[in-house]
């Protein structure tokens, strides 16, 4: 919500472009410093090839990897945030928001369902995959439990007629803030491994038990990946593996 006073309006509207507007410039640079191998990169040619309807899956995590990695796959991100007065009054929700034109500055066709309804703007994302918009969700966010997929990302993919691209990732060296998702930041000139799964169609089936049994499913591929990511950086086999670097 802007502020209502219209000079505190203009401040802040200029405040938040100026900053995201730097904060772009910097991540750009922090971004060359960076050393990517992606793994499983064909079965996105694949999807968008077909014209297949897709939606992202990452752990919360590792949100970061995908402003360094894939922002330019014009991919939708939703977001949200606690309908509270004490928050529309935080600097949280200020830096929120420079965070948010930050990401579009990038790039990312971002859906800020805080606008309105938040029955709405779920409606309004699944309509944008309906429409052929990849999208990116944390199916452990927006507040955890950590590494816990929800039902929900199963839901709007069987309602947009999407199917799920699971990802993983592995830093060499990074920074873990004290969030409930350990949200972590690769340092700069460390290698950042991304393992991309192969699709996952949703079952038609959309009662409370199909959903929670596929969402384990899902959180279990995820897993997988992202040790598969550490294997690649780390483990005895990575020197087998047939590694692309990919230059965002």
Not at 160 to 173: K, L
Request: glycine residues 6%; hydrophobic residues 40%; charged residues 20%.
């Amino acid at each position: 919500m802007l502020p209502k006073h219209p000079f505190k309006r203009v401040v802040y509207r200029a405040s938040t472009s100026l900053f995201s507007t730097f904060a772009a410039v910097i991540l750009s640079i922090y971004q060359s410093t960076l050393t990517f191998y992606v793994e499983g990169e064909n079965h996105l040619r694949i999807l968008r090839a077909k014209k297949e309807n897709h939606i992202l899956a990452i752990w919360h995590t590792f949100v970061d990897a995908v402003v360094f990695c894939l922002h330019h796959r014009d991919l939708c991100i939703y977001s949200d945030h606690p309908r509270t007065e004490e928050y529309e009054n935080s600097t949280t929700h200020y830096f929120r928001e420079i965070g948010l034109k930050t990401l579009k500055a990038l790039g990312f066709d971002v859906l800020d369902a805080s606008l309105g309804k938040q029955s709405a703007g779920i409606m309004n994302f699944i309509k944008k995959i309906q429409a052929g918009v990849p999208a990116l969700v944390a199916p452990d966010g927006p507040h955890g439990p950590i590494y816990e997929a929800k039902p929900g990302v199963l839901y709007m993919a069987a309602k947009a007629n999407s199917c799920i691209v699971p990802v993983g990732v592995g830093f060499s060296r990074r920074i873990v803030s004290s969030n409930w998702d350990d949200l972590s930041f690769p340092l700069p000139f460390s290698r950042v491994a991304l393992v991309i799964g192969e699709p996952i169609y949703p079952s038609t089936d959309l009662s409370e038990e199909s959903l929670a049994k596929q969402a384990l499913q899902l959180e279990q591929r995820l897993d997988e990946l992202c040790f598969r990511a550490n294997e690649i950086l780390y483990g005895p086999k990575s020197k087998e593996v047939s590694q692309e670097v990919a230059s965002p």
